[in-house]
């Protein structure tokens, strides 16, 4: 399992994404790690962008760690809920 790190900003924090299992996305602020909603399609070694209280999941590998995704999910860090294939081909 692999985790990317990620900063959003001084009120959020840190957020880590990663992993093929639930518990995929944490926020670490404070010295308090706190679970956060899940991404819809688990994956590890992908890339993350924060820009504007939002954090872009882009590519990565499945569960297998085999099987690569081209598939762009974005979470609200406000809101905490994801949005899943926000571009489509």
């Known amino acids: 399992m692999y985790f990317i790190l990620t900063y959003v900003d001084e009120t959020y924090g840190y957020f880590f994404l990663g992993g093929t299992d639930i518990g995929n996305c944490f926020q ?13 399609i ?14 872009f999941a882009i590519g990565g590998y499945g569960f297998s760690e085999k099987s690569q ?15 899943s294939r926000i571009l489509k081909n």
């Open 42 to 55: 688990p994956r590890s070694f992908m890339s993350i962008i924060s820009y504007d209280q939002l954090i």
């Open 69 to 83: 995704t081209g598939i762009i999910e974005m979470h609200g860090v406000q809101t905490n809920d994801w949005k």
């Open 28 to 40: 670490f602020k404070d010295e308090a790690t706190i679970l956060k909603g899940n991404m819809p």
